[in-house]
């Protein structure tokens, strides 16, 4: 779920309004959805850092007035770098323009000596949400692996692995886009499994799904 007219999950957080969130996540609760999957921003909360967790807490609270779960991601692998200027503004809220934002950017992704705020970004999150049953769990990043295997699952399991030293009573997961992917991280801190089986064109795919899913999790012991 991203609010109407953010272009991209830092604008979520930079320009959040509670009551566009208590109506919409109204919404969910009317087609019968107990849960909502969202990203949070490392780029805002570097820069305003009080004032994410305020804002968390109040999304948080509405989503729980409702019923409803929150799957939280804490970075994200899809969209273009982000940057205060063009090509990729994290500001441009031009529905022509505007553009997801990779996060944290390809250039700290790539770098292990500048993965320090990220690591800060991580030890905040746990200690105050590690044990806040509001979430339904805690996804570590979306997508690791979708544009450069190596890179990206080595900074997905040095954050998983931060996590999982500061556990609480929620679980870990991560945004796997494929089944098999899951495997990676199985071992290093994973508790639940996931994937994105996005637009299957049939029910023999659907159905070809379901098995290669049930064999996963009885080969590995997790849920899914």
């Not at 490392?42 to 967790?53: I, K, L, M, N, S």
């Not at 529905?95 to 250039?107: A, F, I, K, Q, W």
């Amino acid at each position: 779920y991203v609010p109407t007219r953010r272009m991209n999950t830092y604008q979520v957080w930079w320009r959040f309004d509670a009551e566009q969130l208590d109506r919409q996540i109204g919404y969910a609760t009317r087609i019968h959805l107990n849960a909502l999957r969202m990203w949070l921003s490392p780029e805002r909360w570097w820069e305003a850092p009080d004032e994410v967790q305020r804002n968390l807490d109040t999304l948080l609270a509405i989503a729980d007035r409702h019923g409803i779960k929150i799957l939280l991601s804490l970075f994200k692998n899809c969209g273009a770098d982000p940057t205060m200027k063009v090509p990729v503004d994290l500001l441009d809220e031009s529905p022509v323009t505007g553009y997801e934002v990779h996060s944290p950017s390809r250039e700290i992704l790539n770098d292990e000596k500048r993965w320090g705020p990220c690591f800060d970004y991580v030890d905040w999150f746990m200690a105050r949400y590690r044990d806040d049953t509001r979430l339904l769990a805690i996804e570590i990043m979306n997508e690791p692996g979708l544009h450069d295997v190596d890179t990206e699952t080595r900074f997905a399991l040095a954050m998983l692995k931060r996590a999982r030293e500061q556990k609480g009573a929620l679980r870990l997961t991560m945004g796997c886009i494929g089944l098999k992917d899951n495997r990676r991280f199985i071992g290093q801190g994973l508790d639940v499994m996931q994937s994105h089986p996005n637009f299957l064109k049939s029910v023999e795919q659907f159905d070809s799904f379901q098995r290669e899913q049930a064999a996963l999790r009885r080969d590995t012991g997790l849920p899914y």
